[in-house]
């Protein structure tokens, strides 16, 4: 049951690190690195970690993508 | 062929595919903002990778409490050692993370754009 | 190395969870190494994106954020800090410790931003806080050397009762410490990045 569940994750983060990198709209990619950060902690739950969990879930996918928007407002305002 | 079906070795094989994805991102991506994405999914899937080394089959999470007997817990619980180095490697992949963007965005004011082609000053 | 470790973690430190109990105490230095480098990225960032030129009437023509999300988050925002307090004083009996307190503790400064955009963080109480934070962790480091067997040692507090909130020797100190420099620090990249929005 944990094997089909980790194989089933493994697909859906691989499809969408392959979307991060080569989507040409920059606001899909980091969405996109946010989401594998969360699947990410799902997976770090299967393998019986539950402080990697916690912290993948709290600072990969939570405050990483807020910094990337941040920097992309910025840029985005003073192109116009 | 049937013994690679394991929990351990799935989770090595999509941290390293992650790790060879966001490598051959931050490789071949001309934008700057992509260079930095591609630097993230690298260290996540080297935490997945480092984290599958510590499972062992049919193991708990290694906390002490009721469910755990605490005298045979050798044997049930996983090896808690690769789990406090990935603890470390989160945070400092964040703070990595970071520093980086602030570069661009420096970059970014001198030049105005987001092509690394055009930073040609130190080429000779 | 990990049978060790397992069998007896327990009756050398005390401390319920295993990897509380490898972090800080059987590993102690690589978390000193760890709160260095946070510190230098927090410090390189502030000094990168120093703002010299306020763009004021910018500042005041920021649209009113909507009502729902102001009366939301006066309810959540206690809430968010007082379960990243509890997450980071129970460290040493259940998942959790000082960093990832200290990171739920930065998310709910992000709910601060984004209800009230020009909110104004006092500058003088973080950096007082993250000094005095980083300077307490080294001192107990050291006076683990003079009363205890090494750096970082945690029966320099009596071992109490395995499992109640008071036991583990120093390990609740320690994780305070760290859960309140990391929330800090994170919440000075933060405001870095936020004053560069209203740069001219």
């Known amino acids: ?80 | 062929m049937t013994q690679y079906f394991t929990l351990e070795f799935i989770a090595m094989f999509i941290g390293f595919m992650l790790l060879i994805i966001g490598v051959w991102g931050m490789l071949t991506q001309k934008n700057l903002i992509k260079i930095v994405i591609g630097y993230s999914l690298f260290t996540t899937g080297l935490n997945i990778a480092i984290v599958s080394i510590a499972y062992i089959k049919n193991s708990t999470a290694p906390i002490l409490d009721k469910a755990v007997d605490r005298a045979s817990a050798g044997n049930l619980v996983a090896d808690p050692l690769p789990q406090a180095l990935v603890l470390t490697s989160i945070v400092i992949g964040l703070g990595v993370t970071a520093l980086m963007l602030t570069y661009v965005l420096r970059m970014y004011k001198e030049k105005k754009s987001l092509d690394i082609n055009s930073y040609t000053d130190l080429k000779w | 190395m990990a049978r060790h470790y397992a069998e007896h973690g327990a009756a050398e430190v005390g401390a319920a969870n295993l990897v509380s109990a490898v972090v800080v105490t059987y590993r102690g230095f690589d978390t000193l190494g760890e709160v260095t480098i946070l510190f230098l990225a927090a410090a390189i960032v502030g000094f990168f994106l120093k703002v010299n030129t306020r763009d004021n009437e910018r500042e005041a023509s920021l649209r009113k954020t909507s009502e729902i999300l102001i009366t939301a988050s006066t309810l959540l925002i206690p809430t968010i800090f007082m379960l990243g307090v509890y997450i980071f004083m129970n460290g040493h009996l259940t998942p959790g410790g000082g960093f990832q307190g200290g990171a739920v503790i930065a998310t709910g400064m992000v709910l601060m931003i984004m209800a009230k955009p020009n909110v104004k963080f006092n500058h003088k109480l973080l950096a007082f806080l993250e000094s005095v934070s980083g300077v307490g962790f080294v001192v107990i480091g050291v006076l683990g050397v003079l009363l205890a067997a090494g750096f970082l040692d945690n029966r320099i507090l009596p071992l109490g009762n395995f499992g109640s909130l008071l036991s583990a020797g120093a390990i609740p100190i320690i994780y305070v410490l760290i859960g309140l420099k990391v929330g800090s620090e994170l919440t000075n990249i933060l405001d870095s990045l936020k004053e560069t929005q209203n740069e001219k």
Do not use: C, W
Request: no cysteine; charged share 10%; net charge positive.
């Open chain 1, 1 to 80: 049951m944990s094997i089909v569940l980790a194989i089933f994750l493994g697909l859906v983060i691989l499809v969408l690190a392959a979307v991060a990198i080569y989507h040409k709209n920059l606001k899909v990619a980091i969405i996109a690195t946010g989401v594998v950060g969360l699947f990410a902690s799902v997976l770090f739950l299967l393998l019986a970690a539950p402080d990697v969990a916690m912290t993948e879930a709290s600072i990969g996918s939570g405050l990483s993508t807020i910094i990337f928007f941040y920097v992309l407002n910025k840029i985005r305002q003073s192109n116009d």
